[in-house]
Nanobody, 118 residues
């Protein structure tokens, strides 16, 4: 069973930065697209950013220019550098390993809380 463990969340003031990490185990990490999603209270989970096996990235419009997703295939880790944080970025952030084929599973981490508040 694939395991994804997020870390790096916390409380930060508006305009501040945080770096989230997600470490995978029991997976051939390098061949999968990895993603970060978030879910705020009372809202649906939404895509934040993805990074393919070839390190091609995709960002939601609301984080473009502020967040950067990266990966380290040796350490089986995906990072999300979050800059210029806003109160509306407050949410639980989840790491995701996307399935490549229909017969595979999509895996999620347990989430890490990010709170942006003064």
């Amino acid at each position: 069973q694939v395991q994804l463990v997020e870390s790096g969340g916390g409380l930060v003031q508006p305009g501040g930065s945080l770096r989230l990490s997600c470490t995978a185990s029991r997976t051939i990490f390098s061949i999968y697209t990895m993603g970060w999603y978030r879910q705020a209270p009372g809202k649906q989970r939404e895509l934040v950013a993805t990074i393919t096996r070839d390190a091609n990235t995709n960002y939601a419009d609301f984080v473009k220019g502020r967040f950067i997703i990266s990966r380290d295939n040796i350490k089986k880790t995906v990072h999300l550098q979050m800059n210029s944080l806003k109160p509306e970025d407050t949410a639980v952030y989840f790491c995701n390993q996307e399935r490549r084929y229909a017969y595979e599973n999509t895996y999620w981490g347990q989430g890490t809380q990010v709170t942006v508040s003064s």
